[in-house]
């Protein structure tokens, strides 16, 4: 069975925040919620690095350990969604994940929590796939359709990887071999030095093989 | 003979010669390649500054915080640490040791009932009331025991509930009664601030440190044997227990206010900490509790009427309060010898309900 993950090469993430409006549109999340959003480290300054952070559909998901009612559950996919129709909002969930992923619409007066939502891995929640409830409360179920999350799909420099992690992570090896990792992945002569780092030593071929 | 001998010389000169050369060769040789890597690329020697940054980012100093179009509370943060701290606290601390705590006290409590039984009224009662508490005394007393237990019960069912109720109620149903005592805790919590004030207010006088409060604690409140031990209007058990639900009540209601107001702006860290007071202090509460229950009820014979009519039998008094039913005897005859006609505590045989002059 596949596991999904998402991965984003900071190497290529540039900040157009398309990610963000993406999986905006797509789910119809609510006003005040981002399921996605795009963090730069030094912003401005050399060495400046952008990522993109969502739902990282953990396989020891803390969110669901901590959740008082116990409404997150893990698809064959190892997507980890979770019951709209019995979360609380109490926000433990927010408290003990690593990625600030789960969100909360204000409900009423006093700022009260209302259900939580996070990024689905546009895999819906536990209603029948695409129908209008799961729609109005999870937004999209692309996954059902056979489609990889928008989010991804749309990324421009395709940074932000999403689907089978064997497969995302064969990509990104084959990349790190491709421009090479450290010190050779960066800096002026590799971005506009002649011919680049590569034909300068004369690597050819696919780094993976096959083809 | 000197040319043979010569040429033997010779030979051996080369073999030491050659095995030098060879082990020389041994060692420098495989150097080569470094020495080579050393004097080429430099690009190899150039740290990726994101590597650093990494790391920095999964720090517990938080140096590194990011910017992000995304308004929100903590958005810039890309990694939280301190969450995995909350959840190993909440999961694997909080929850079996407060289980453990209320139910190695309830046990004890359960056990001391069963083979010493309640603490009988010697000699019978007398027949004759004193008023040990006001109306509003009483009013202060039990509207604080409703909001309390109020919130101890939705605290605990959201603690506890997904361990003890899903199997009972289903998730769907359990989803349902965790929402609505999440709605009352979050609404009835602020409530609690003021019949902590109140319950300060209205008792505070009476439990400060007095001479015999540390007799009474070494004698262990004649609870372990030895008799009744002498004390003023509470023991030093009461005034412990008293000191425990204000000062204990007052940090339940300022970390609750926190976590229950989540629009200030508060991040996660202040949230997990107020959390982790909150849990502590709450099961901490509740625990003693049980003891206070206890006592007040099924423990000690007489003592219910305190808080229910509001009136106790003067032989209560005497052997539990011996001091303060010295003093209301005192203030009565006080009042009696300055009003001989008003009072009414004569004709009903209720001493006066003065306290201390």
Redesign the interface.
Known sequence: MARMKFLCD??RCIEC?AC?TACKNENNVPWGV?RR???????GS??E?S?S?ACMHCSDA?CA???????FYFTDDGVVLH?K????????C???????AP??P?DGA????GKMDKCTFCAGGPEADNSPEERTKYGSNRLAEGKLPLCAEMCATKALLAGDGDTVSDIFRERVTWRG???????W??AYGKGG?RKGRAIEGKATGGE | MSNNRQSRIRHHRMVVFSLLSLLLLTLVLPLIPYAVADLGESAGKVVNPGADLWREVRQRDRSVIGTTRVKGVDSGVLINVYGEDWRQFRMQRLIPYGAALMGIVLSVILLYYLVRGPLRLQGGPSGKKIQRFTVFERTTHWFTVSVFWLLALTGLILLYGRFVLIPLLGPDGFGLTASACKEAHNLFGPMFLVAILMLFVTFVKDNFYARGDMTWLIKGGGLLGGGHVSAGRFNAGEKIWFWIAVLGGIVLCVSGLILDFAVFGQGREVMELSHVLHGIVALIVITVSFGHIYLGTAGVEGTIGSMTTGYVDEAWAKSHHDRWYAEVKAAAVDDSETEPAGGGSASTGVASPTRDG
Request: hydrophobic letters at 40%; glycine letters at 14%.
């Open positions: 900071a190497e925040n963000v981002n959003r795009v963090v730069t480290i030094n912003d050399p060495g690095r990522m952070v803390p350990a901590v959740c008082p009612v116990d409404c019951d129709d019995v979360c609380i909002g109490c926000g433990y927010f408290y003990a994940c690593p990625f600030g969100q909360f204000q006093f700022g009260q929590r990792s450290a010190g050779m992945s960066w800096g002569g590799v780092l």
